[in-house]
């Protein structure tokens, strides 16, 4: 087994020997792709990684030349009214602030800290919700980390219209699988339906098996619940972060060997 693997590596080193890939780091939005650097490793740099596995250290590995991801790119989204730009704002500034109907949509960096003191980026896209705009939130969740719908628990009468858009957009072939938390918000109040009524009333148990959730109650004025559901959002983007790279993994070491063969 030992010669064979030593036969294997060294015929995959004279395929590959040579031959580099160039990564391109860019920050996207719906509108534009900025091009920011580049920076190449070779083939069989790749390969050495794949047989080697985690083993190596951050500080000598050798892909630490690839480009990370410095946020999470996170769509807010909800029918108009529900406390969308809200929930961003007391995010950003910790306290409330009066707003708007959003007729586009507003964008913010905000950091947070996290439970376990770990302070974590979010790049958030608040999109208005008026039903002229939602054609357009597919365009924004491309690509996305997350998504986060907002609804209100005390509007019974728009609950189904809700449901309707949530899984419109968790239906999206580029969706599949994107982490959705689903913010209850205004849960202060005395006539909001409770978290089982609202997970009833948007069938959250029709949604695609390939789609992780999470339903989180709020109130958005003074920040209950928040944290904690950016909480949960970020293990579910986490999670499925460490699932893409482990299939990456197998695609790229499957690839190789195809390439030698």
């Known amino acids: 087994i030992l010669d064979h693997s030593f036969s294997l590596s060294n015929k995959i080193q004279d395929r590959c020997d040579?031959?580099?890939?160039?990564?391109t780091k860019r920050v996207s939005t719906p509108y534009r792709t900025v091009k920011q650097e580049e920076k190449s490793i070779s083939i069989w740099d790749i390969y050495l990684h794949l047989e080697m596995g985690n083993g190596?250290?951050?500080?000598?590995?050798?892909?630490?030349?690839?480009?990370?991801?410095?946020?999470?790119?996170?769509?807010?989204?909800?029918?108009?009214?529900?406390?969308?730009?809200?929930?961003?704002?007391?995010?950003?500034?910790?306290e409330f602030v009066n707003t708007v109907p959003t007729k586009g949509f507003n964008t913010e960096k905000i950091k947070v800290t996290l439970g376990n003191s770990k302070t974590v980026t979010f790049?958030?896209?608040?999109?208005?919700?008026?039903?002229?705009?939602?054609?357009?939130?597919?365009?924004y969740t491309r690509?996305?980390?997350?998504?986060?719908?907002?609804?209100?628990?005390?509007?019974?009468?728009?609950?189904?219209?809700?449901?309707?858009?949530?899984h419109k957009i968790t239906r999206i072939s580029e969706n599949q699988g994107v982490p959705v938390l689903i913010?209850?918000?205004?849960?202060?109040?005395?006539?909001?339906?409770s978290l089982?009524?609202?997970?009833?009333l948007l069938a959250m148990g029709d949604l695609s098996s390939s789609t992780p959730w999470h339903l989180q109650p709020t109130?958005?004025?003074?920040?209950d619940g928040l944290k904690e559901g950016l909480e949960k959002l970020h293990d579910m983007i986490i999670k499925r972060?460490?699932?893409?790279r482990q299939q990456k993994k197998k695609d790229e070491y499957q690839y190789l060997l195809y390439l030698c063969g």
Not at 123 to 139: I, M
Request: proline share 2%; hydrophobic share 40%.
């Open 18 to 23: 040579g031959i580099k890939l160039t990564f």
């Open 56 to 94: 190596l250290s951050d500080q000598t590995s050798i892909l630490s030349n690839l480009p990370s991801f410095q946020s999470f790119h996170i769509v807010i989204l909800g029918l108009d009214c529900a406390g969308k730009t809200t929930v961003l704002y007391r995010l950003q500034f910790n």
């Open 123 to 139: 790049h958030f896209w608040d999109v208005g919700g008026q039903e002229k705009l939602r054609p357009l939130w597919k365009s």
């Open 143 to 166: 690509c996305t980390d997350g998504i986060v719908f907002v609804v209100d628990s005390v509007d019974v009468e728009r609950m189904e219209e809700a449901k309707t858009e949530l």
């Open 183 to 193: 913010v209850a918000n205004k849960q202060d109040l005395r006539n909001s339906l």
């Open 196 to 200: 089982s009524e609202i997970e009833k």
């Open 219 to 223: 109130c958005a004025i003074i920040g």
């Open 241 to 244: 972060r460490k699932m893409l």
